[in-house]
């Protein structure tokens, strides 16, 4: 399995295609809740450790490695769990 594959198994969108077709609205938006809260979270602790507030690049830094953990979780949940 080359990196590519690797990528678009683990980090693409396969999981909230599936998720969108269970037809569980619910849920759907529970994720939605669940990513914002992650997101919110995550920013905390960063002021938390680092004593000040992100600056634009650092906060979009932030939100680019959330999102990576956060479509590996639905990927493993909806696509590749056993």
């Known amino acids: 399995m080359g990196a590519l594959e690797f ?4 980090f693409g969108f396969n999981g909230w295609k ?8 619910g849920t759907q938006i529970l994720y939605r809740v669940a990513f914002v809260a992650g997101l919110a979270v995550f920013i905390m602790l960063y002021v938390f450790v680092a004593g000040e507030d992100p600056q634009l690049p650092g906060l ?5 490695i ?5 479509q590996f979780f639905v990927n493993l949940i909806f696509v590749n769990s056993s």
Do not use: Q
Not at 66 to 70: C, N, Q, S, T
């Open 60 to 64: 979009c830094g932030l939100a680019a």
């Open 18 to 25: 599936e998720l969108s077709t269970s037809k569980r609205v």
């Open 66 to 70: 959330w999102f990576l953990i956060f």
């Open 7 to 10: 990528v678009k198994k683990w």
